[in-house]
């Protein structure tokens, strides 16, 4: 008699690649309304007579929105289920767009950028606990890659729509109202998306649980039995998981705050750098964002055949390679400039796969959605301060010493994966979550 399958040994289904791509949908918004805000300051700035604090306030903004979003939702998640959260968060960053396109004011657009952040942050623990609860093992590195992919496209697209804007009257309306379509989009593609079996599982509702499955991948298709105990937030900072918790997010910092420096103010580093300024300067920042997004395409296979472990060391070893270059040649030639940027986004593609994938997997199901919440608002601390520190860092030091900043925080990514990174391919997910991981792979 050949023995059931569980939700870690199919393939993947059409119901599971739709999930993926609109369950992709957040990190699109984020790269999105993060970046665009970076081409319309061109704009608002003078228009609202921006200061360098004030520029600094309105970049940090989003990502202080972020820290609290994932922090509280994804507790939430945990609690109420996934499948609620998958679309509430879509329609209300739907209303904060359009919303943001009537400010007049410094401190309205400071309010509105906090706002977007927070329900843009909730959606990052709702997204990817669902995909990763219904994703099989051999495709998760896949899966969770493609979603973080899409954050470059995000990211991307922004750039491009800027692009066109950037010379339109009164252009910074449409370019802060534009990520109101995709929501429209997402909402249509999410809507009647199922609850996840883990999670209800987990719960105690197997029976319903079951029905879910049968019903998507039929009656030969075993739900694994999760031990029901009560969501605490507190678990996620006791013996076995505190220590996980430290380096996701430690690793999160170090891959997201040089980057989020470079997209939240690409045009204005990339004038520094000798691009020009305007239209010249975002097609710099474009041609920059491909290689992010390129990046990502080759990681998601490596991390299945590599292993989680050597891409992340070897990664931030590259990156900090990179950026040490224009650190110490801040005034070469502009295409030893665009290589060296290049190099270093091409390489941020596994750790920036990883930093959703690794909490994903290290966390058991009842606290999956708040470990991740609070692994993304751990990282955003440092993104928060850096994205307020950068524009007036950069003005006071230049550019060359504010690559150097950078290169202090991929060194501190590499010796803490060297440290403390697990190996956790092919394994389930009750086996990499499990707190005996450790005793199989652990960091040396």
């Known amino acids: 008699m050949q023995p059931q399958k569980t939700l ?57 929105g972020i820290f609290i979003g994932t922090a509280l939702f994804g507790y939430v998640t945990d609690i109420i289920g996934r499948q609620k959260m998958f679309t509430i968060d879509i329609i209300a960053i739907a209303i904060i767009s359009i919303a943001t396109m009537f400010v007049t004011t410094p401190i309205q657009l ?96 197997m029976e319903e649980a079951r029905a879910i499955v049968a019903k998507l991948f039929g009656p030969d298709v075993e739900v694994e039995a999760e031990e029901v105990q009560k969501t605490r937030y507190s678990k996620i900072f006791e013996k076995g998981y505190f220590g996980r918790m430290l380096f996701v997010g430690t690793i999160w910092a170090c891959q997201v705050v040089p980057m989020f420096g470079l997209y939240t103010f690409g045009p204005q580093i990339m004038s520094a750098f000798g691009f020009g300024s305007g239209s010249q300067a975002i097609l710099g920042d474009i041609v920059i964002s491909m290689f992010f997004l390129i990046g990502c395409i080759p990681a998601m296979f490596w991390l299945n055949s590599i292993g989680r472990r050597p891409l992340l060391i070897g990664s931030f070893a590259i990156m900090t390679f990179a950026l040490a270059v224009l650190g110490f040649f801040p005034n070469a030639n502009i295409w030893i400039v665009v290589a060296a940027f290049a190099l270093y986004a091409f390489f941020s593609g596994g750790p920036g796969i990883l930093q959703w994938l690794y909490p994903n997997e290290l966390f058991p199901t009842e606290i999956r959605a708040s470990a991740v919440g609070a692994a993304m608002a751990f990282s955003r601390i440092g993104t928060v301060l850096s994205t307020y520190a950068l524009p007036i860092f950069m003005e006071a030091r230049g550019v060359g010493p504010t690559m150097f900043v950078g290169v202090a925080i991929t060194v501190l990514g590499l010796v803490v994966s060297i440290a403390m990174a697990p190996e956790t391919k092919g394994l389930t997910l009750a086996q990499s979550s499990s707190v005996d991981l450790g005793k199989r792979v652990i960091a040396k």
Do not use: N
Request: net charge positive.
């Open 8 to 64: 870690d040994d199919f393939e993947l289904t059409p119901f599971l690649k739709k999930m993926i791509i609109f369950a992709s949908g957040g990190p699109f918004l984020d790269g999105y309304v993060l970046v665009i805000i970076g081409v319309a300051l061109a704009q608002l700035g003078p228009k609202l007579h921006l200061t360098a604090h004030w520029s600094a306030l309105v970049g940090a903004a989003a990502l202080a």
């Open 110 to 205: 400071v309010i509105m950028r906090f706002l977007i952040g927070i329900v843009i942050g909730a959606d990052y623990p709702i997204a990817t606990s669902l995909v990763t609860e219904f994703t099989p093992r051999k495709y998760r590195a896949i899966s969770i890659g493609f979603i973080a992919a899409i954050w470059y496209v995000g990211a991307t697209a922004a750039d491009i729509v800027g692009y066109y804007l950037i010379d339109v009257d009164g252009g910074w309306r449409w370019m802060l109202g534009s990520s109101f379509i995709p929501c429209v989009i997402l909402l249509i593609g999410r809507w009647g998306t199922p609850e996840s079996p883990r999670w209800l599982a987990s719960k105690g509702r």
